[in-house]
């Protein structure tokens, strides 16, 4: 067994089923601990140091972790998406603001790439970056095909043609928000995304979806 997984191991085992209910448990049976009984609750509840330090270790394997699985959705998805005669222009693996407009340009398209983990809750600041990205790509000035990527289907396009009112999706965005309001001024109210279906991605390692804006 490696490191990482007998770290992960002991983090699962001290986690259990609910981490939630484990800690509520922890903080009662914490109650009338003295500095005599400390030793004796640690015993109890299979608690060390190493368990610290297997925690510990995976925050540091983790680090950057979204960074990594956005450059390698990225680079896995590649043989999928490209057609016949199509070039990498450049590709932008590093998550956030890299100073290049979209994740991919080819001589054919532009590209966002979205690999949010979506749970169907209330997710606004993912909703709002997602319309973000699909706004910028509608709105940028090129003769190429403009595609989102992103994982999942039903929760993501369930946003996109839900008619959340678009002053709150942008609410975050000053700069963004002034822009749509001189583009279209009130001639659109809520998110209603041009595009019937999500279409994935054949054969990807990552389970892709993607919307291509006409317009």
Known sequence: MTN???AYKQVEQFKGTSFR???????????????????????????????LIAALFLKKASSQIN????????????????????????????????????????NMRVAEFKFTDWKGGPEAVRQNQLFKDFYLLAEYDTP????????????????????????SVLSRST????????????QFKVVTAPTANARGLQGSAAPLHHVRYEG
């Open 67 to 106: 960074e990594v699985v956005h450059a390698l959705g990225i680079i896995l998805s590649l043989p999928y998406l490209l057609r016949e005669g199509e070039m990498i222009e450049y590709v932008s693996l590093a998550a956030g603001n890299t100073g290049r407009p979209f994740d991919l340009e080819t």
């Open 175 to 186: 700069t963004l928000w002034a822009d749509f309001q001189e583009q279209y001024g009130a």
């Open 4 to 6: 990482i997984e007998h």
């Open 144 to 167: 190429k095909e403009r595609f989102l990527y992103f994982v999942g289907e039903a929760i993501p396009m369930r946003f996109l043609r839900g008619r959340r009112a678009l002053r």
């Open 21 to 51: 209910k484990r800690i509520a448990d922890l903080e009662a049976e914490l109650q009338g601990v003295d500095q005599r009984s400390c030793q004796h609750f640690y015993s109890a509840q299979q608690i060390d140091t190493s368990l």
